[in-house]
């Protein structure tokens, strides 16, 4: 027999609602707890909450739980702080880790939550787990910020007025050496990949992408390095693709992209060629340079 205390919520509910059916049938109180298996004190216990409160009285209920650690101003102030970046709470990065955010209410607010807890409090407060973004600490943010805020918008602005396609381009070398990762193999037996044994082996891809997913690209020839004559010949080629329309440019300020030469086929071709060099150490703002 069982007081009902080591029974789940649903299933003592179920018990309760049972029990006083079978007392308005006149069962007797010792076939009620034989059949529910159950003492007589917590029959007893329900007839008078039944009594006292009616059906409503016999539900189950949700337990309430501890209070909670931090009131609301304080959870509305740590949201606040946690928008921000870390740095700006006196730590030395940007990121928000467990361990820092569980100094930060132990310091700030008076408060220790365990390391097991933690991750409930934070869903609470609507954060999730995220994996950073590299950024060079050579970018400079208001060339960033101008950019976006300033250039783009221009730039946007004279493709849709002279009907322009704009792309972003980028070059990048694609290892012919496959990557080896593991396998599944008996205790005593070695496996074997065969690669090549050469280094440098290797192809250069000089592609370009714009907003609607259009694509274009060329590979280097063997053994050719990345070049402005290279380049020169890759935007031929999109001219060659696209010979009725304008071209907007989007690169990085690498080398093969300021060189003199190119300076003077964009001159000489500024009728349908815009070209735009984005901030320095800014690969998130070229599409092209994402996987």
Not at 30 to 49: D, E, F, N
Not at 121 to 139: F, H, K, M
Request: charged share 30%.
């Amino acid at each position: 027999m069982t007081d009902g205390r080591s029974l789940a919520h649903e299933v003592l509910e179920s018990h309760r609602l049972t029990a006083i059916k079978l007392y308005q049938n006149k069962v007797e109180i010792s076939v009620i707890t034989k059949s529910l298996g159950v003492t007589r004190q917590a029959v007893y216990g329900w007839l008078r909450q039944w009594r006292a409160n009616g059906v409503r009285g016999l539900r189950a209920r949700k337990a309430l739980g501890p209070e909670p650690r931090l009131n609301e101003e304080q959870f509305k102030k740590l949201q606040k702080i946690l928008k921000s970046p870390a740095t700006k709470a006196g730590y030395a990065t940007d990121l928000w880790s467990g361990p820092r955010i569980g100094h930060l209410l132990k310091h700030k607010f008076g408060t220790i939550y365990h390391a097991k807890h933690l991750p409930r409090l934070l869903r609470r407060l609507g954060l999730c787990l995220n994996l950073p973004e590299r950024r060079a600490l050579e970018q400079d943010p208001k060339a960033v910020r101008k950019w976006k805020r300033e250039r783009l918008p221009d730039i946007l602005k004279y493709a849709q007025k002279h009907k322009a396609l704009l792309f972003y381009a980028d070059e990048a070398l694609v290892s012919l050496i496959p990557y080896v990762g593991t396998t599944w193999t008996f205790p005593k037996a070695q496996p074997i990949a065969r690669v090549s044994g050469k280094r440098g082996q290797h192809v250069g891809i000089t592609a370009a992408v714009n907003p609607q997913g259009r694509l274009c690209f060329e590979m280097t020839k063997d053994k050719e390095r990345f070049t402005a004559k290279v380049f020169l010949r890759f935007i031929k080629k999109l001219k060659r693709e696209y010979p009725s329309r304008s071209i907007v440019l989007i690169v990085d300020g690498a080398r093969v992209h300021t060189a003199k030469i190119v300076k003077t086929f964009q001159r000489e071709n500024s009728s349908w060629l815009r070209l735009e060099i984005l901030p320095a150490y800014s690969p998130e703002l070229n599409p092209a340079e994402k996987p």
